[in-house]
């Protein structure tokens, strides 16, 4: 995990999820060439990838979705549900609907394509092992146009007559947590998180996590 010794800076220890052993090869070494990331470990498949991480605990994982064996959101749903101290950030060649929203119900804390450059996946790393949420433009992009449908936005925060804990959890979630760090933030458990967010999607009128997070952006609760 991320430390600092005698003022250095801290260096976030990454593992590299990808089939393709040319692009894991080639975003180790790119990866290399940073002083405040270190790659510790390649996984060429989803299990592969959930092994190194119960293994090395590392503080990101950078997850293909579409892998063999496990794929990316079976992969990234087990990593963030048992090891909520590593933070999955995908990277991959589809920015669809389905697998954006696939990504984030299981937990990802952020989404680029393959087309980012070492600039953008580094500042990404960066940002999600600090606890932010991360996406490419094109992403983003998407998660405001899905709200482009019959629904509605609601007109403010006081119309949607959301509990004191919904608000918590609505606003942690817009912030990039998944279900085992809004339990850990709030003290409760994820059954009752689960409940929270079922609770949420009804009175936002939304159908699943994207639109609820888009729903807190425009609220401003991000």
């Known amino acids: ?5 005698d003022g250095a800076a801290a260096v976030i220890t990454v593992v590299v999820a990808d089939d393709q052993t040319i692009v894991r090869e080639g975003l ?7 002083p405040d990331i270190e790659v510790v470990g390649e996984a060429r498949d989803g299990a592969q990838a959930v092994e190194l991480v119960q ?16 794929d990316g959101v079976a992969a990234t749903a087990a990593i963030t549900a048992d090891h909520p101290g590593t933070a999955v ?3 991959t060649t589809y920015a669809d609907d389905e697998s954006i929203a696939g990504a984030l119900r299981a937990g ?6 393959k087309d980012a450059g070492r600039r953008e996946i580094a500042t990404a790393i960066r940002s999600v092992a600090g606890g932010q ?9 998407r998660l405001v146009a899905s709200l482009s449908s019959p629904i509605a936005a609601p007109a403010g925060i006081a119309e949607l007559g959301l509990s004191a804990r919904e608000l918590d959890v609505l606003t942690l979630m817009a912030k990039g947590h998944n279900n085992s760090e809004i339990a850990k ?3 409760i458990g994820i059954s009752t998180v689960k409940s929270h967010i079922n609770s949420l999607f009804a009175k ?3 159908r699943d996590r994207p639109q609820a997070i888009a729903q807190a952006h425009r609220l401003g609760l991000s």
């Not at 995990?1 to 010794?5: E, H, P, V, Y």
């Not at 090395?56 to 496990?70: G, K, Q, S």
């Not at 990802?108 to 394509?113: D, S, W």
């Open 89 to 91: 950030l995908v990277l």
């Open 55 to 70: 293994r090395l605990a590392p503080d990101v994982v950078l997850m293909d979705l579409r892998m063999p064996v496990l």
């Open 108 to 113: 990802a804390r952020g989404y680029l394509t």
């Open 28 to 34: 180790t070494t790119v990866l290399s060439l940073l």
């Open 133 to 141: 949420a991360t996406f490419a433009a094109e992403v983003g992009q």
């Open 185 to 187: 933030e709030l003290f």
């Open 1 to 5: 995990m991320a430390s600092a010794n």
């Open 204 to 206: 936002l009128h939304v």
